[in-house]
């Protein structure tokens, strides 16, 4: 059976309401169900399930999808992940015959687990990178574990394996594990430590590199982000740290890969670190699913601070816990452990400073860092959480808990809260929503050309959707849209399914009278500008011109007058 039949399959016999409820607290809404969104902190619920449809939408951060798009985006899971557990589920039997095209996720992590393997091999016949290992203090346990490995010096040493192993251009072109130039195909690292960058469920997504020798590289350098790995959602060590987290019911955050494998090795298995981006709110909804509590730990100096200082703002707003610990002589986790151990790092966590401490002491002076602790404490949406740290600032501050909780009642100001306007739907919306949410309607617009309908539309995902869904190139489900539409596309589309914002008692009705609302724009646009042109034929004395403008004219105010 093919992903797509399978997926069908699938989501015939399990119903999303019942998957989704066993991660959201759902309740009745009419023919729907609501619930607060698991993507994103929210105290009104906009979360919105549609058994009738089997899709979801959150009103609120935008994300949709079905069932599959919601395990993969809870779970962190790949789509063959997914299929393969809901199916086993379902009672479905599913084993992808041999020489079956893979969805070109799966073909990319294939890629990558290939070429760890490769990378793995090479340090075992490089001395020089072993060497360089052993000089840093990695453990043989520590490069097992992480399934460190070494890029060679060679341009094509990985491109000439990987084609020896089946794979194709168009596959190679989007892994970002080699470099397509106009004249040239080379390996993207080389002569570099390779440290294997993977999701939560084990795969390999991306690799980071860190020069051995040579000056003129980058120290270090990560994949190019592709289909299937984003920075700003993924964390370094995350995998080989959650057994770690669940242990210590705590997350330390670190800088740098070096730092996690050091901090694994002395015992602090619950270390992960942002992959050279500073930490985002992807990072700390993933976290939150395996803590309440994160220190970030950062060098002493005057970036360390900054950086620990946006952080900790972040993981609060994300409703966590958040810590700082800034490290003595402005070193990093690897080298205090290298030189005071296990025993001097975990004092200093046991340390490790709550937000409020951390930003009366290096936060600044005066009423400026009031009002940054003011804005942070603003923007915390959990309750609880906030009236803890706004107890701790009453009494390390000597302010009045009454006066700051007066304050900060109101929340975040006006120009730093996601309020979103509610927006009459267009024409084209309404139309794309019945044709996605009332199958028996679609005879009526087969009336109308494969032409005619996408060229009435100035959305052009929505031209776009229409143009496949006649030509065939698509289906009226969240499947077939997938081939055409990306993520964010796909979580738009959702919403218009959900709330499709038509009269049901007279859908033909809107059909009729969105399509004519098309029909005038079109006409509208056409009219001024063929009265831009007249305007210049007059201008210019162009009789012939003018004549054939002037007959068009005509010919389009007639049938103006037909629709109006």
Partial sequence: MDFQGIREEIKSRIDIVDIISEYVGLKKAGVNFKGLCPFHTEKTPSFVVS??????????????????????????????????????????????????????????????????????????????????????????????????????????????????????????????????????????????????????????????????????????????????????????????????????????????????????????????????????????????RFAKEAIVIFDGDSAGIRAAKRAMSTILKSGLLGMALLLPEQGDPDSYLRAHGAAGFKRLIAGAASYVEFMLVNGGYGLENLREIYDTLSGIEDTVLRGKLVAELSGKASISESVLREKLKKGPPMATRAVKAKVKMLDEEILLGIYLSVPCMAGMFAAMSVQELPELMENELIRRIFSALFNGSATPTIEGLSRICSEEEIAYVTGLMVNPNVDKENIGQNINECIKNLRKKRLKKKLDEIQEKIKKAQLTNNIEELTLLLQENIKYNNEKRGLF
């Fill in 51 to 288: 058994p009738e449809k089997q899709v979801f939408h959150c009103f609120g951060c935008g994300t949709g999808g079905d069932i599959i798009t919601f395990i993969m985006k809870e779970e962190g899971l790949s789509y063959a992940e997914v299929i393969r557990k809901l199916s086993e589920r379902a009672g479905i039997e599913f084993a992808p015959a041999a020489g079956q095209n893979l969805q070109e996720r799966e073909v990319l992590l294939q890629i990558h687990k290939s070429a760890a393997a490769f990378f793995r091999g090479q340090l075992r016949k490089s001395e020089k990178a072993l060497n360089y290992l052993r000089a840093r203090g990695h453990s043989k346990d520590s490069i097992e574990r992480f399934s460190i490995g070494y890029a060679p010096e060679a341009w094509d040493t990985l491109l000439r394996h990987l084609k020896r192993e089946g794979f194709q251009d168009s596959h190679l072109r989007l892994s970002g594990v080699v470099v397509y130039r106009e004249n040239s195909i080379f390996d993207f690292h080389r002569d570099r430590i390779m440290f294997p960058i993977y999701n939560t469920s084990g795969d390999i997504l991306a690799f980071g590199g860190r020069a051995i020798e040579s000056a003129e590289a980058a120290k270090y350098l990560n994949s190019p982000e592709t289909v299937i790995f984003q920075k700003k959602r993924t964390l370094f060590g995350l995998s080989a740290a959650k057994e770690g987290i669940a242990a210590a019911k705590s997350i330390n955050i670190v800088e740098g890969y070096i730092d996690v494998i050091m901090c694994h090795q002395h015992g602090f298995t619950n270390t992960v670190a942002p992959l050279g981006t500073a930490l985002a709110q992807e990072h700390t909804k993933a976290l939150k």
